[in-house]
């Protein structure tokens, strides 16, 4: 048997996570302060705010990776999205959070660095962590490895979110929009029925973009369950 005859296995979570998150960062590191006040593809949030809100999720990933939880787990990968549910009161709130906190950096290079720092550090814990270790998030306990599997899955949404008006950048990493298409099927119950990229399928399951009629008659009763998560 010959290298290439050796089945590969999936991605690990933790490397999943550092191609997420080195694709986004690869985006934001050379961003000036005229670029961050672009509009990106979340409601209200310039290009600052969505940076913002991901520091805030890499922080709280910091925390998670190193606070052991009893268990038994009680989500996975896909089963933690299953309980996000329209909040317009709470998304308005939060909106108005991440606008303000983000416009008080006078300087947008502290929080350009603010998040490549914590970004990295975070990769670097998750590294470091067993992948089967149960850790506690959002009130919710699930093993590491899924942990990692849901950060990357959010980075790599948001980072088709950032880069909605800022041409020529990097894109999302292949492994962690794989990912947002594991988790999409997975809330979905199969694989979906419409012929859609990785970064469409993304978009549209999140209610980043409508539906055609076209798409809504091959999706059936599920076009109703969109979105998936947003």
Same mark, same amino acid.
């Given at each position: 048997?010959?290298?290439t005859?050796?089945?590969?296995g999936?991605?690990?979570?933790?490397?999943?996570?550092?191609?997420?998150?080195t694709?986004?960062?690869?985006v934001?590191?050379?961003?000036?302060?005229?670029?961050?006040w672009?509009?990106?593809?979340?409601?209200?949030?310039?290009?600052r705010?969505?940076?913002l809100?991901?520091?805030? =999720?890499? /922080?709280r990933?910091?925390?998670?990776?190193?606070?052991?939880?009893?268990?038994?787990?009680?989500?996975? *990968?896909?089963?933690?999205?299953?309980d996000?549910?329209? =909040?317009?009161?709470?998304?308005?709130?939060?909106?108005?959070?991440?606008?303000v906190?983000?416009?008080?950096?006078?300087?947008f290079?502290q929080?350009?660095?603010?998040?490549?720092?914590t970004?990295?550090?975070?990769?670097h814990a998750?590294?470091?962590?067993? /992948? =089967?270790?149960?850790?506690a998030? /959002?009130g919710?306990?699930?093993?590491?490895?899924d942990l990692?599997?849901?950060?990357?899955?959010?980075?790599?949404i948001?980072?088709? =979110?950032?880069?909605?008006?800022?041409p020529?950048?990097p894109?999302p990493a292949?492994?962690?929009?794989?990912a947002?298409?594991?988790?999409?099927?997975?809330?979905?119950?199969r694989?979906?029925?419409? *012929?859609?990229?990785?970064?469409?399928?993304?978009?549209?399951a999140?209610?980043?973009?409508?539906l055609?009629?076209?798409?809504?008659?091959?999706?059936?009763a599920d076009a109703?369950?969109?979105p998936?998560?947003?």
């Amino acid at each position: 048997m010959t290298l290439t005859d050796v089945p590969v296995g999936p991605t690990p979570p933790s490397e999943v996570l550092r191609a997420a998150y080195t694709a986004f960062a690869d985006v934001v590191r050379p961003l000036e302060d005229e670029e961050s006040w672009r509009p990106t593809g979340c409601t209200g949030w310039a290009v600052r705010d969505l940076i913002l809100h991901c520091v805030a =999720d890499c /922080q709280r990933a910091l925390v998670s990776l190193h606070t052991s939880a009893a268990g038994p787990a009680d989500r996975d *990968a896909v089963t933690y999205w299953r309980d996000w549910r329209p =909040d317009p009161v709470g998304a308005a709130n939060g909106r108005r959070w991440s606008r303000v906190c983000a416009s008080m950096f006078l300087d947008f290079r502290q929080l350009r660095e603010l998040y490549l720092e914590t970004a990295a550090a975070t990769v670097h814990a998750a590294e470091a962590a067993a /992948q =089967d270790r149960l850790v506690a998030t /959002q009130g919710h306990v699930l093993t590491a490895g899924d942990l990692m599997t849901t950060l990357a899955v959010e980075a790599t949404i948001h980072h088709l =979110d950032l880069v909605v008006d800022l041409p020529g950048v990097p894109e999302p990493a292949p492994v962690g929009l794989a990912a947002v298409r594991a988790t999409l099927d997975g809330l979905l119950g199969r694989p979906v029925p419409v *012929a859609w990229t990785d970064e469409h399928y993304a978009r549209a399951a999140t209610g980043r973009a409508p539906l055609t009629d076209a798409e809504r008659r091959s999706l059936g009763a599920d076009a109703e369950r969109l979105p998936l998560f947003s």
